[in-house]
């Protein structure tokens, strides 16, 4: 049985809620990724923001990406799944939320995330192509 631990990426890193839009873009360039887990001063996760994120919701609407934090861009509880979690249960979380991004949780801190390119280096080319036709076909 395959697990989110086996997975996921290790290291991910945060930005914090009181942190910049424009340090958040840097962030994920300098890591190149397209998303990055908000956290609060407590190193709890609380959210995730994208590259999109910043530029629909800041960019787009006129707003400054040097005065906007990633905090105000947080939306809802964010879809966790615990590390030990089976493989069929990280695409069950992934395809019925469709999201590409999911973050992997242990003992409530955020020990990883799970992105597309992930579940494609571990996961049967079969389970990948119905992530992909459930989550990511246009309808």
Do not use: W, Y
């Amino acid at each position: 049985m395959t697990t989110a631990r086996e997975i996921m990426h290790t290291g991910a890193s945060c930005i914090q809620e009181n942190e910049t839009l424009e340090a958040a873009a840097l962030k994920m360039k300098e890591l190149d990724v397209g998303a990055l887990p908000i956290c609060g001063p407590d190193d709890r996760l609380h959210g995730i923001i994208t590259d999109r994120d910043i530029v629909l919701k800041c960019v787009a609407k006129g707003k400054d990406p040097r005065t906007m934090t990633a905090g105000q861009l947080e939306q809802g509880k964010p879809i966790t799944v615990d590390a030990e979690a089976d493989a069929d249960h990280v695409l069950r979380a992934m395809e019925d939320n469709k999201i590409r991004r999911l973050p992997v949780i242990d003992n409530h801190r955020l020990v990883g995330m799970i992105s597309e390119a992930d579940l494609a280096r571990h996961l049967p080319e079969d389970q990948v192509g119905h992530f992909v036709e459930v989550v990511c076909a246009v309808t």
